[in-house]
């Protein structure tokens, strides 16, 4: 399956780890329907490990569903899903096991991938634990996308190999839609802040078919759940999401969807952050702006509909530090005879028209997020 654009939906790991059952999927479904999610673009509904029983079925080799979490199995829950308006997502393993040491699929791939596309799956994340040292992570990876275009029904292959092996050189080519880029996020700043710096060098590694997945979210949970750890503030969690959107990953949500504050729906579903990260062209952003340890950077991104997307960044602890875009250093020189009009991302207010450039004193850990149009100067 080939993402003209950064996959988004909803992912049961950081939040439920392995407490998760039909009823906690079918109000899922639900929640992101009732909240706006689904309309505002989160289609896919994944479960993640600990879904299966510990062992294949001795008769027909197959990974089946726990009888206890899903005693009516997976085209039912599937069924269901699908029934809410959206699509369905599976997990499995390139390894003999999974993280989480259930069944993995190595060297039962096309049984697997035949039992997902039974089940309705349009989704399938596959992770790297228990990998037999002698088999190479893109032999795996391809074989799965193999096997899953083998079923005939478009699947969506989520390739999850924390950055490993060279991955952004090789993953385009394997058939996967997207692939995870760095280890697993914890829900604090300074997780998510690491995770993001540490794709700085790979931006061009990102686009139109197979997108750089910097993980799920962890934007509302508010330090609940399995990957919990201090949580964040608000402000935190805006930025956090502003930089993903920025950036074009996928969008998974991690938080509880049934019980999400208005705060975070309403961040969520905000559609000039979904328009963003959603533009159909899907142009990396550039370091407009470099500032040391890269915590004041500003990135702009040229989108669509000759807009521009403009994000002053204060990663760092420091109050007051002030950063400063000249225009002339993103090829909009005075002598152009043009200005650019300025409307804040998170509000949608106009924002003012500025000549020669834009600065900002952004607060530590927020950042100040503009879409522009060019325009002529006054
Ligand atoms: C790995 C992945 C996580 C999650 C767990 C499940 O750690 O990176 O996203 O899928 O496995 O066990």
């Known amino acids: ?48 490990d600990c879904w299966s029983e510990r062992q294949r079925d001795p008769v027909t080799n197959k990974i089946i569903p726990d009888h206890v979490k899903f005693p009516n199995g997976m085209k039912a829950v599937s069924d269901y899903v699908h029934s809410r308006g959206l699509k369905f997502g599976m997990y499995s393993c390139i390894g003999t096991r999974t993280c989480a040491d259930y069944p993995g699929s190595f060297d039962h791939e096309y049984l697997d991938a035949a039992t997902f596309a039974e089940y309705g799956a349009d989704f399938l994340k596959y992770d790297t634990c228990y990998k037999p040292a002698a088999a190479p992570s893109h032999l795996l990876y391809r074989r799965m996308s193999m096997a899953l275009q083998a079923t005939g029904r478009d699947i969506l292959l989520s390739a999850c190999n924390w950055g490993m092996d060279g991955v952004h050189d090789w993953i385009r080519s394997t058939g996967a839609g997207m692939f995870r880029s760095t280890g697993d996020i914890h829900d604090s700043y300074e997780c998510y802040k690491q995770i993001f710096l540490s794709q700085l060098g790979n931006f061009a590694h990102n686009g139109a078919g197979c997108f750089n997945d910097i993980d799920m979210l962890t934007v509302g949970m508010y330090a609940r759940g399995n990957a919990g750890l201090t949580g964040c503030t608000d402000i935190e969690y805006r930025t956090e999401f502003a930089l993903w959107c920025m950036f074009a990953s996928p969008l998974m949500i991690g938080c509880d969807v049934r019980n999400m504050n208005d705060f975070t729906r309403e961040l969520l579903t905000n559609p000039r952050l979904i328009r963003i990260n959603q533009d159909i062209e899907c142009r990396p952003p550039f370091i407009a702006v470099h500032t040391e340890k890269d915590e004041n950077n500003v990135y702009v991104r040229l989108l669509s509909d000759n807009e521009i997307a403009i994000m002053f960044t204060n990663l760092g602890d420091e109050e007051g530090i002030g950063t400063w875009l000249a225009f002339e250093d993103i090829g909009l020189p005075v002598s152009s005879g043009k200005a650019l009009a300025l409307t804040d991302v998170f509000t949608g207010e106009y924002a003012g028209t500025f000549r020669e450039y834009k600065s900002e004193r952004v607060k530590p850990h927020d950042c100040a997020f503009y879409i522009a149009k060019i325009v002529d100067a006054e």
């Open 1 to 48: 399956m080939f993402p003209k654009t950064p996959p988004m939906g909803f992912n049961t790991w950081n939040t439920f780890a392995d407490k998760i059952d039909e009823k906690l999927i079918r109000e899922t479904a639900d929640a992101m329907v009732e909240t706006g999610l689904r309309d505002a673009g989160y289609e896919y509904l994944v479960i993640d």
